[in-house]
């Protein structure tokens, strides 16, 4: 399971790429094993300023729908256009390909209560 140390983490299983005043945000490697075969992502908050730990959009897998919960507040400035016709690309490349959304971070005050790898490993019980 693969669980990159310049990325960080939330309780929820999301993962946090930032890049100056944005972030890239997806699920982990760890979530999309749990939930199985990923077949539809759901986003329609394009465009939208959410809060942290607001739900941004959905994952829909062969037997559960999970909610994705924005880990620091920001607005939602892109959605990956690949999962659209290809949201397997969550199951195969997570941290790639298989990322959801980009946003304008509002508050980088957020970033301090999210988890770093080796954090994020124990809490996953690895």
Partial sequence: MKIPENLLYT???EWVRIEGGAAYIGITDFA???L??????EIETLGEKLKQHE???AVEAVKTVSDLFLPIAG????????LSTNPEL???D????????KIKIENLFDVEGL???SSYLSLIGL
């Fill in 36 to 41: 199985g075969d990923i077949v539809y992502v």
């Fill in 55 to 57: 739900i941004f959009g």
């Fill in 115 to 117: 988890l770093r790898s």
């Fill in 90 to 92: 969550v199951n195969s």
């Fill in 32 to 34: 999309q094993k749990e």
């Fill in 75 to 82: 607005e939602v400035i892109e959605l990956n256009p690949k």
């Fill in 11 to 13: 309780e929820d299983h």
């Fill in 94 to 101: 997570p941290y790639g390909d298989g990322w959801m959304i």
